[in-house]
């Protein structure tokens, strides 16, 4: 393996480039000592720095990995790579201890047990855990291929586990975005065409709404960590506001210039009262409105687009009547017009009708904000927005609006899908989407396949699928395992005709990083077979799995991923940092293996096939389909087709492949030929008042229904209607410590949160003889069914956070890890799954209705 070698003098200064994330992890001095045997003893002492990537962390970070005669001592940020800067957070440096964590797998496990209950197993060699997994593989795959699931936590070669694998076995992929924030994804690819949430241009904006946004602890859209806040810090330099909206004041603390404590699941009660003062006081962006969005299209008395010859009409002005907007010379957004006989309105009127009942009096009882506080916001966002103002970019004159928002996992609540509408609907008011400095969803602007196809989605009768997807429960689908573990325990209620078999799972642990643990254990425990792929025995693996396959952490090849900072084009790829310790195996080599076992490597429509469609192998470095490659050459036949010349060894060297700036006709949605792409931006969705009307004709129950709405409305969500006694409501929160639920065990980052506990406003705990420290019984209610399930868990009392709200991270809960034991429950054991708790698009709420009292 190719790595960068240096010499005392020049490992200093590499030091100082990144000596913050040194002097933070404390390792500035001498380097960590005999932590393993080397890999070969060394008759010249070797001192070097090989490039890699976080392996922990979502925004997969450079690193440079120091081995001292052979031997991998210390973890530093790469200077190199755009997302880092040569900084890394805790678990960053922390995962050195995962590297080395004699608690690890050792060699792959089958059970001897019953499942439901602890595991015991007994070690098996490679080719036989792979012979039994691969022969259920080859099972279903002859009987029906629908009985195969594949399931992943996070994995870090999309390309490769999620596309090539999956296609090649004929697997249902499942993800997890039902539980990070796809209710926000499905808003934004629906409504504006990009797949992301929400962030600003922080290199352009002045002003920024922080919804949900752990400022300084927590990644944002698509980021873990790092590179926001670094963007964040760079920005409030040059004068940024930031007004933090949230619960809990998190982490804004200095960072943020005002904090409204808004009453959890009321955002988009807030975000329609924003727009009732921008309508009102017509702060608006007309010629946005006009030319880029469906907010001219008339609407009709029962909700539909007037339409003639199939395209949807407008009102001209000139000539007092409707037409195609192409044909019309001046199209207007306000008014009430009749055609045929028939009233219509154009749909930014309908919108501005419907704004009627959100005023900021009526909002402020909804949300706990003041009315003036709302008000208020809502006319600094428009001042702000500088409405009508351009800059010259690239050479490129565009639009100006120097305010946006941030939002990611607020979006999983109950309301998520219309909550994300809402916000976004404040920001298309003032023309700031895709403009200078204003709201973005993704690096560049690109219009995934799903803005078309969440508008034409085409419901059907039953018999379903386990996942529920064109279904009258779930038109606009996430494609949630809670939903899969539903139906699993009960096929028939649902219309489901299968019931899948197998189980493969990948680095996921969904009894303690989804939705409701006792739900998510009784419906997995319904696979008749479960592999599961993890460097360590996870808590799921240990109730349901038939066989566990040691997965390599850091020491193997991995990607590609992207490493855009969000303004700069690059890619990177983890290279391993030293062999596959503890007998593990990269995840690449392993599906390598499974599809061989399982007859499904070569030829046509095979593993090798699909890798060369799914990584864009050209000639002359397309792989031959029959003969399996090394993985190392696989990689560099990727990056040759890229057009690296050097190949694999560009990464092997530098860690990542920065290309250069986006420039601006790529990055800003304005910037295209033609502006976004020629489409329109959905205001008024339609489609979804069409997909509401359909569901009940097909008998969907109002749970399921009620939200389908083609302007975003307020209800008052499900878990409100527990009883009286439950007074408290109950959110979640991620700690920048750690990583979901694989972290909590690095002793590096567990002590710095090494027990789980409940966050509560002083005032609350004293009137219910709370103490900070105390022991106390945290008990959830389902408000539909009546269920309840408690933890006890430590009290502290914090001030920055709602007196009617508690708060408790995730990544707590693990029991199979010696090193973890006894740092307090899960959070998902006091959340529930399936209606009332689910949004309408299947992603889960992680908001409930909690009563707390000392144990």
């Known amino acids: 393996m190719s790595s960068i070698r240096l010499g005392r003098r020049t490992l200093l200064k590499a030091a100082g480039a990144s000596g913050g994330a040194v002097a933070a ?19 010249v002492p070797t001192d070097e720095l090989v490039p890699t990537l976080c392996w922990i962390g979502k925004q997969d970070c450079g690193i440079l990995a120091r081995k001292v005669n052979g031997r991998v001592v210390s973890l530093w940020g790469n200077p ?78 999309e ?122 006081d017509g702060t608006i962006d007309k010629e946005y409105l006009t030319r880029y969005t469906n907010a001219p299209f008339l609407v009709k008395a029962d909700g539909t687009f007037l339409r003639a010859s199939g395209k949807e ?64 916001i809502a ?71 799903n803005f078309k196809a969440l508008d034409e989605v085409k419901i059907k009768d039953p018999p379903y699928d386990p996942l529920l997807r064109a279904s009258r429960y779930f038109p606009i689908n996430s494609v949630s395992p809670s939903v899969l573990a539903r139906t699993m325990l009960d096929p028939g209620r649902y219309g489901v005709d299968h019931v899948p078999e197998v189980l493969i799972l990948h680095m996921a642990n969904p009894l303690l990083a989804f939705g409701s643990q006792r739900l998510m254990k009784d419906g997995y425990a319904k696979f008749k077979f479960v592999a599961v792929i993890d460097p360590w025995l996870s808590e799921t693996a240990d109730l349901i799995a038939d066989v566990v396959l040691p997965a390599a952490t850091m020491e193997k090849y991995e990607g590609p991923v992207g490493a855009t900072d969000f303004y700069t084009n690059a890619t990177a790829l983890r290279t391993p940092i030293m062999q596959p310790l503890f007998g593990s195996r990269g995840e690449v080599d392993i599906y390598l293996d499974l599809a061989e076992k399982a007859g ?72 295209h030929t033609p502006p976004f792409d020629g489409i329109r931006h959905r205001l008024y969705g339609e489609s979804l008042l069409r997909y509401q009307r359909d569901m009940r004709a097909k008998g969907a129950d109002e749970a399921y229904w009620r939200d389908y709405t083609p302007l975003p409305t307020w209800r008052r969500p499900t878990m409100d209607g527990s009883p009286p006694d439950y007074d408290l409501t109950l959110i979640s929160f991620k700690l920048i410590e750690f990583k979901q639920s694989r972290t909590s065990f690095f002793p590096l980052v567990g002590e710095l949160a090494p027990r789980q506990r409940l966050e509560i406003n002083p005032r609350t705990a004293r009137a219910k003889g709370i103490a ?67 949004t309408n698009t299947a992603d889960q709420s992680f908001q409930v209705k909690v009563r707390v009292t000392k144990a």
């Not at 992890?25 to 008759?43: N, S």
């Not at 934004?188 to 920024?208: I, S, W």
């Not at 639009?399 to 309301?415: C, G, I, T």
């Open 25 to 43: 992890a404390g390792l500035a001095g001498d380097p960590l000592a005999t932590l393993v045997r080397a890999e070969v003893p060394a008759a």
């Open 80 to 157: 190199a790579h755009p997302r880092n800067n040569g900084t890394l957070c805790p678990k960053g440096v922390g995962q050195i201890t995962a590297l080395y964590d004699p608690h690890r797998l050792r060699s792959p496990l089958v059970r001897t047990n019953a499942k439901g209950v602890a595991g015991e197993w007994r070690p098996a060699g490679w080719d036989e855990a792979l012979g039994m997994i691969a022969a259920r593989i080859t099972d279903v795959r002859a009987r029906d291929k629908r009985l195969l699931i594949w399931q992943k936590g996070r994995s870090k070669a």
């Open 159 to 280: 390309a490769i586990y999620d596309t090539a694998f999956v296609n090649a076995i004929g697997a249902t992929k499942i993800g997890h975005g039902a539980y990070c924030s796809d209710a926000g994804y499905r808003a934004a690819e629906y409504t504006l065409g990009p797949q992301g949430v929400l962030h600003p241009d922080f290199r352009n904006t002045r002003y920024v709404l922080a919804w949900g946004w752990n400022v300084t602890n927590a990644g944002g859209n698509k980021l873990c960590w790092i590179t926001w806040p670094q963007q964040l810090a760079a920005a409030r330099e040059r004068g940024l506001r930031v007004v933090a909206i949230d619960p809990r004041l998190r982490g804004a603390g200095s960072f943020a210039d005002e904090w409204v404590p808004i009453r959890p699941g009321t955002d988009l009660a807030l975000a329609l009262g924003f727009s009732h003062v921008l309508v009102k």
């Open 313 to 376: 009409q407008v009102w001209d002005k000139a000539r007092g009547a409707p037409a195609a907007f192409d044909a019309a010379a001046d199209p207007m957004l306000e008014g009430q017009y009749v055609s045929g006989g028939e009233a219509v309105r154009p749909a930014y009127q309908a919108f501005a009708d419907h704004l009627a009942s959100y005023a900021p009096e009526a909002v402020a009882t909804i949300t706990g904000v003041p009315a003036e506080q709302i008000a208020r």
């Open 379 to 449: 006319r600094e966002l428009a001042a702000n927005a500088e409405i009508g103002s351009t800059k010259l970019v690239d050479g490129l004159r565009l639009p100006y609006r120097p305010v946006s928002a941030m939002a990611y996992h607020m979006s999983q609540q109950e309301l998520g899908f219309q909550a994300l509408r809402a916000m976004i609907g404040v920001f298309m008011l003032l023309g700031a989407v895709e403009a200078v400095g204003g709201v973005r969803v993704d690096a560049t602007y690109n219009v995934h396949g």
């Open 600 to 671: 499904v490597l070569f030829g046509a429509g095979g593993f090798l096939d699909e890798l060369n469609k799914a990584l864009g192998l050209k000639a002359p470095y397309v792989l031959d389909t029959s003969a399996r490659p090394e993985v190392r050459d696989l990689f560099d036949r990727w990056a040759k087709s890229q057009g690296l010349a050097e190949g694999i060894a560009k990464f092997e060297k530098e860690g990542v492949w920065v290309r250069g700036a986006y420039p601006a006709k790529t990055y800003y949605g304005y910037a």
């Open 772 to 838: 900070d420290g105390d022991d106390v019984w945290v008990e959830s209610h389902h408000a539909l069914t009546g269920q309840t399930q408690r933890v006890k868990v430590q009290a502290r009392l914090v001030e920055g956070i709602r007196p009617d709200v508690v708060g408790m991270p995730h990544h707590y809960g693990t029991w199979t890890h010696p090193l973890a034991k006894g740092q307090g429950p899960a959070a998902a054991e006091l959340f529930f799954g399936g209606e009332g708790y689910i």
